[in-house]
């Protein structure tokens, strides 16, 4: 067992048993300590920020193989760009550092005030500058129902849905950190019943309940990366928000895809959770039949059980509204079967890419019933057919100006969870 995710395995800060970020957590992102600050690397410990800059300069924390700082940086591009080794060099570091037997830190109250910064403080910014951003189309529930919803029973699932994992490429330039408000677009739609589209707010602005991976290495033009390496590929894991206007989304996606309908923004959570925090959570994905391509094919359990929970805050701050409950493991394709097709043609991945496996639904549940399975509004309310009640007698069919929508996922362990934090975001009316 990697000792890094040992459940004995306690630091020398009380840590809640029902919080995001354990020791066996640790996960990594950028923050200010205080506003006007410049931005460094750190990691999560309940609720502090160990500043990662500090322990590089004292030379408590060394990234082998790299020459000049990689944590006093205002981004994680260097450390995803050192390599699977130099990663659990770092981590396993840390986890030592932190231990409630280990001295270093814990006995020494100068260094300690240096290291530690209160989270509710500290001002979290995106872990990196995002090159490029994939999202896919990995869960066959939400596929088989969305294109129920727009194309018909007959119609829903593409025939090639079960040999290759479907992708765009999304918009880099407009992924913004959890926290940022998500300003209501206009676009281009048509109305129902209507025989001209119009252009305007969108009216069916909806979520999507996601998780995302940052690319470490990456592959060189030209040169695929085989599934049996893919692993090797992924820096870290965060919650992704897609933010979706529906109406522009149906008009303009045939035959090419989403454009103006997704272009707009996708939030993503600041804390990246690394792959050795998620390794006890490994599990089995869905069956695959017919058998993938050779390319495609893996070995063992490729998915991970974490549970994910978005909810609405609506409008004027009434009461939360829990509207979907689901699994990570329910996406048919694994991130490994993702990598490994979207660089199959030879496209080269780099350091901070961002992959999505789109929006995760399990099965469709019964309708009107809270939390949901389906992990946006367009499934839960049958595109608005069926809008959900909340408790101040209000509807939504989708989303209003004014309403906040917070994403969750965390992993259940032996007295301990490992947490993603928080994906959040409130609707701004339309400029």
């Known amino acids: 067992m990697d000792p890094t995710v040992d459940p004995a395995l306690r630091s020398f800060l009380d840590i809640a048993p029902d919080g995001d970020f354990p020791i066996q957590n640790l996960p990594y992102g950028v923050f200010r300590p205080q506003p006007g600050d410049a931005p460094r690397v750190g990691a999560a410990l309940g609720d502090w920020i160990v500043d990662l800059a500090v322990l590089e300069e004292r030379g408590l924390l060394q990234v082998p193989d ?3 700082p990689v944590l006093a940086r205002p981004t994680l591009g260097p450390l995803m760009a050192a390599g699977p080794a130099a990663w659990r060099a770092v981590r396993t570091q840390l986890s030592r550092l932190l231990r409630h037997d280990e001295p270093t830190l ?10 530690f910064v209160w989270a509710a403080d500290a ?4 872990p990196c500058a995002i090159g490029d951003y994939t999202d896919f189309y ?4 939400h596929a088989e129902h969305v294109g129920r919803i727009f194309r018909g029973a007959q119609a829903a699932l593409p025939p090639q849905y079960p040999h ?4 765009y490429h999304g918009r880099a330039s407009s992924v913004v950190v959890s926290g940022t408000p998500i300003r209501r677009p206009r676009g281009q739609y048509r109305p129902a019943g209507a025989d001209a589209p119009v252009f305007g707010p969108t009216r069916e602005l909806d979520y999507e309940l996601e998780v995302g991976w940052f690319i470490g290495r990456g592959n060189a033009l030209g040169e695929p990366v085989a599934v049996a390496r893919a692993p090797h590929q992924i820096f870290g ?3 992704v928000n897609d933010w979706s206007a529906r109406d522009v989304q149906q008009w303009e996606y045939v035959p090419l895809g989403p454009f103006l309908g997704k272009n707009f923004a996708t939030s993503v959570s600041p804390w990246v959770v690394t792959p050795a925090a998620l390794e006890p959570f490994r599990c089995p994905g869905p069956a695959q039949e017919p058998e993938p391509l050779p390319y495609l094919r893996t070995k063992g359990p490729q998915a991970y059980d974490v549970r994910l929970e978005a909810e609405l805050v609506p409008a004027g701050g009434g009461v939360p509204v829990l509207l979907t409950r689901t699994n990570l493991r329910e996406l048919y394709w694994s991130p490994v079967q993702m990598i490994a097709h979207h660089t199959a043609g030879g496209c080269n991945l780099r350091p901070g890419d961002l992959l999505a496996g789109g929006t995760v639904s399990g099965p469709p549940g019964p309708p009107g019933v809270l939390p949901s399975p389906c992990g946006c509004l367009l499934e839960i309310t049958e595109r608005g057919a069926l809008p959900v009640a909340l408790p101040d007698g209000t509807t939504r069919a989708f989303l209003a100006d004014g ?16 947490g ?4 959040r975001g409130t609707v701004l009316a339309a400029s």
């Open 403 to 418: 309403d906040t929508v917070i994403l969750r996922g965390y992993c259940e362990g032996p007295d301990y969870r490992i």
């Open 106 to 115: 814990r006995d020494d109250v100068a260094l300690r005030d240096q290291v």
């Open 420 to 423: 993603f934090g928080e994906c």
């Open 164 to 167: 290759l994992p479907i992708g």
């Open 138 to 141: 990995a869960s066959r529930h």
């Open 237 to 239: 894991f965060v919650l």
């Open 66 to 68: 790299v020459a000049g």
């Open 123 to 126: 001002e979290l910014l995106l």
